[in-house]
C-alpha cells in the first residue's frame, strides 16, 4: 500500500456542511465511498448556522425547503410556521444529521484554503488553514452561494467605541440592544429582516439606505394541523410535481401572459396576491412578469403605491420606493412589517444614496450632511454572492492553471456543476444553474444525485477522471447569457451580475431557463454518455 493510500484513504472529499454538504456526504456514503465533509464553522448548517441574526428566516416555504430524499424524514420533522425560523431550520439540519449519523465523517473548525489537482496520480490534494492535508480522487465543493460575507471597509470603522455586528457573523449568544442607539446599515433581505426586531428592541434605530428594494408581505403564519397532514399524505406527489416547475416548488403560478389581460385585471390580481399569497407567490402572477416590460412596469407601481399607503410620511415612503430597477432586477424580499416600522417614532431612514456614509468616529457616523451618535452599528452589507466562496480557495487544475486566472472575466462552467480544466472537482449549485432562483434544499439533491450517478458511471466503467469539455463549456455559457438577456433581470445592479463586489466581472451568474427545462438538459447529459465531457 503507497503512503498517500495508508495517510488518507479517502474516496471523497466534501468542502462545506450545510445542506449540500450534509446530502452529498449521505448519499456518497452510501454509495460505498469513504467521504470527508470539511466545514469551517464551529458546527454544521452553513448559511443557517452563520446568519442567526433576529428575524432571519427563510423565504421558501418549509414544507418544501426541507429535504425529499427521505419520505420518513419527511413525514417524521414537523414545522411551526410556513416560513421557518433560523432556529428551526438549524435544529432541523441537525435532527437530519443525527438521524442519518453523519457527524462522524465531517471536520469541523478546518477552514480549507487550498485545492490542488496533481496530474500524476489525479488526486486531489486539500490543504487546510491549519496546515492539515487530505488527498482523494475527487472533490465537491458545497461551498454555498451566499457564503462569504463582504467585508467593511467604511472608514473609522475601527475607531467607533461601541459595538459592531455583522448579520452573516450573528454572536450565538444574542445581542442586547434594550436602551441603545443602533445603526443598521444595509437594506437587502438581511436588512429587511432584522429592521422590525431591532426597531422593537433599540431605544433608536437608524436605518442606513442605499438602495430600496421590492419586498412583499410573507404573510407568514402558524402550520395548523389539517395543512401538515395535506402535504405529508402526498408528498411524493407533491415533490415530484414540484420538480416540473420553474424553480422546484409548488406556487401558483399563473399561465395568462399578463400582457393579454387589462390593466384593471391585472391590478385585481396582484392585489390578491399582496394580501392573500404573499412572497414569492406575488410575482408568481403572469409568466412574464420578467420578459415583458410593461407588465412588470405594473407590478412595480403596483408595490411602490403599497408603500405609500401603510408609510404614514410622504418623504420617508418616497425614499422607500426603489427606481431605476423593476421588480425583479434585484432578489426580490419578503417581509413581515418591514415598511410599517419606519412609522415608528424611533425608528430613522437615511437614504446614504444622496447623502453618502462619510466615515465612523468614535461616538458613531457621520454622512456628507450629518452626524448620528451610535452605540452599536449593525453591518447587513451582504455577500460576495455565487463564486465568492469557490475563489476565496486556491483552486488549482491541470497544467497550474488557477481557477482565479480562468474566471477572471467572470465565472464559466459547463451545466453549473464541473469547468473545464479541473478534472474531478463538482460543484453543487455553482454558477450556470438555476441555484438562488430555486428552491435551494431540491436544486441541491438534483445536482448531488447527478454527481454521484456520474461517479458510479465513471467506476463501472474503469475511469479515473472526467473533465468538461472547453467547447461545451462555451456553448453553455453562451446559452446561459441568452437566456439571461431576454428576460430583465441583467439590468439591475445586483448581485446576480456581482455588482456589489468593486472589480467584480459584471456577468449574470444564474442560469434562468428554469429548473424543469435544467433538468431536462442534465438528465440528457448523462444519458448521452456524459455529453460534453471526457473521460481518462
Known sequence: MSERETANPLDVIVIGAGFAGLYALHRLRGDGYSVRVLEAGGSIGGTWYWNRYPGARCDVESMQYSYSFSDEIQRE???????????????????????????????????????????????????????????????????????????????????????????????????????????????????????????????????????????????????????????????????????????????DFGTVPGSSVSHEEREREFERRWTKVGGFGFVHAYPDIMTDPAVNAHASEFVKKKIAALVHDPEVAKKLMPSGYGIGGKRICVDTAYFETFNRKNVTLIDVKS??????????????????????????????????????????????????????????????????????????????????????????????????????????????????????????????????????????????VGANIPGKPRVFMPYLGGAAVYKKVIEEVASKNYEGFRFA
Request: with cysteine; net charge neutral.
Open 77 to 251: 420533522w414537523r414545522w411551526s410556521q410556513r416560513y421557518a425560523p433560523q432556529p428551526e431550520i438549524l435544529r432541523y439540519i441537525n435532527f437530519v444529521a443525527d438521524k442519518l449519523d453523519l457527524r462522524r465523517d465531517i471536520q469541523l473548525e478546518t477552514r480549507v484554503v487550498a485545492a490542488n489537482f496533481d496530474e500524476q496520480s489525479r488526486i486531489w490534494k486539500v490543504r487546510t488553514e491549519a496546515g492539515e492535508a487530505f488527498e482523494a480522487p475527487f472533490c465537491v465543493m458545497a461551498t454555498g452561494c451566499l457564503s462569504v460575507p463582504i467585508v467593511p471597509s467604511f472608514p473609522g470603522l475601527e475607531s467607533f467605541e461601541g459595538e459592531v455586528y455583522r448579520t452573516s457573523d450573528w454572536p450565538h449568544e444574542g445581542v442586547q440592544l434594550k436602551g441603545k442607539r443602533v445603526g443598521l446599515i444595509g437594506t437587502g433581505s438581511s436588512g429587511i429582516q432584522v429592521t422590525p426586531v431591532l426597531a422593537e428592541q433599540a431605544k433608536h434605530l437608524y436605518v442606513f439606505q442605499r438602495t430600496p428594494n421590492y419586498s412583499i408581505p410573507a404573510l407568514n403564519r402558524p402550520i395548523d394541523n389539517e395543512y401538515e397532514q395535506d402535504w405529508k399524505q402526498n408528498y411524493p406527489e407533491r415533490r415530484k410535481a414540484a420538480l416540473a416547475t420553474r424553480n422546484n416548488m409548488l406556487s
Open 355 to 496: 447623502d453618502p456614509i462619510r466615515s465612523l468616529n468614535p461616538n458613531g457616523l457621520s454622512t456628507h450632511s450629518q452626524s448620528f451618535e451610535l452605540d452599536t452599528v449593525i453591518l447587513a452589507i451582504g455577500f460576495d454572492a455565487i463564486t465568492g466562496a469557490l475563489l476565496k480557495i486556491d483552486i488549482t487544475g491541470r497544467n497550474g492553471l488557477k481557477l482565479r486566472d480562468r474566471w477572471a472575466e467572470g465565472p464559466k462552467t459547463y451545466i453549473g456543476m464541473a469547468i473545464s480544466g479541473f478534472p474531478n472537482m463538482f460543484i453543487v449549485t455553482g454558477p450556470g444553474s438555476p441555484s438562488v432562483f430555486t428552491n435551494m434544499v431540491t436544486s441541491i439533491e438534483q445536482h448531488v444525485d447527478w454527481i454521484a450517478d456520474c461517479l458510479a458511471h465513471l467506476k463501472r466503467n474503469g475511469f479515473s477522471a472526467i473533465e468538461a469539455l472547453h467547447d461545451a463549456e462555451d456553448k453553455w455559457v453562451s446559452h446561459v447569457n441568452e437566456v439571461a438577456n431576454a428576460t430583465l433581470m441583467p439590468k439591475g445592479n445586483s448581485w446576480y
